[in-house]
């Protein structure tokens, strides 16, 4: 396996999505910093719904009808729609919304037909979900877990999972990718979206005050280690959301040697409102369509 162990909408750090697994670092002992990540998370984006952060917002009561009248698309990044030749039919399938609560693309899905499953380590933001399909009586199921733990789930239990931009607040994106492979039934499709990590080297904070953007941090980033002990603190004191880079090779090649085959790709940035400094050069999201091969490979074997 090659797989190894910001998102920043500027100084408030919003974010779109969750944590997981307690934390050792790999730097010298003097920066060591032990934190339950799954923990802390789960309690930090409930604060984020209290915040009404973006991600934590559900959709609107046309939403849901307009989806119902086949009219619907949803994000895995924050401005462009996923393609719908994306998607399969949804008729009647079975669908995880994987890291994905907040009432938004969960019950889009099941107003269009689908049978939803919302899996979320943040017990506010199921509250999310489950407020829009009690109150427009969706077919949707929520789940408190986490992302790389999807062992409630029996394998092959899924024709399509939908994971918009959260794995940043995992330390260890594989076991996720694996997981998702497993639940998934031969021949169905992945949606993943993720940030560019490339996003993770420079000062936000230079790059809020000043304008200026000036490579700060090394990659892989992690808010445990690479941020100074009193910035670390005052996001911890403020119940920020602790957040982790990733290389390409694990986000994309993980997928590869989980097993999927990877059949689309595009980029995508914040929207012109947000003022992202860094997306007046460059595409700062990724969002893939992986499929799970109908037949068993050679490389299956070897798991």
């Not at 995992?170 to 949606?191: H, K, M, N």
Request: aromatic content about 8%.
């Amino acid at each position: 396996m090659r797989c190894a162990i910001r998102l920043r909408l500027r100084d408030t750090r919003s974010k779109i999505h969750r944590g997981d697994h307690a934390f050792k670092s790999r730097k010298p002992e003097s920066r060591r910093v032990q934190v339950d990540i799954r923990e802390y998370n789960r309690i930090a984006w409930d604060k984020e719904v209290e915040r009404r952060n973006r991600w934590t917002v559900p959709v609107s009561e046309a939403v849901i009808a307009a989806a119902r009248r086949g009219e619907w698309e949803i994000l895995l990044t924050p401005s462009k729609p996923v393609p719908r030749v994306w998607f399969p039919d949804l008729g009647g399938i079975d669908v995880l919304c994987l890291a994905s609560g907040g009432g938004q693309q969960g019950p889009i899905l099941a107003a269009a037909g689908a049978r939803v499953t919302v899996l979320d380590n943040s017990p506010r933001q199921l509250e999310q979900d489950r407020l829009v399909a009690e109150r427009h009586a969706l077919l949707l199921v929520t789940v408190e877990g986490d992302m790389a733990d999807l062992s409630m789930f029996s394998e092959q239990s899924f024709d399509l999972i939908v994971h918009p931009v959260s794995n940043v607040f995992v330390p260890d994106v594989c076991p996720v990718w694996e997981e998702a492979f497993r639940v998934l039934r031969r021949g169905g499709v992945l949606l993943a979206g993720f940030s560019n990590p490339v996003t993770y080297l420079f000062d936000y904070n230079l790059a809020g005050r000043a304008g200026i953007l000036q490579v700060k941090y090394a990659l892989p980033y992690s808010d445990l280690t690479s941020l100074p002990a009193g910035e670390r603190q005052r996001y911890i004191e403020t119940g920020t959301p602790l957040e982790f880079s990733h290389t390409l090779e694990d986000q994309i090649g993980g997928q590869l040697d989980a097993g999927f085959l990877l059949t689309g790709f595009f980029e995508d940035a914040y929207p012109e409102d947000e003022n992202d400094l860094l997306t007046n050069y460059m595409p700062t999201f990724i969002a893939t369509r992986a499929t799970k091969p109908y037949h068993k490979t050679q490389e299956d074997d070897l798991v």
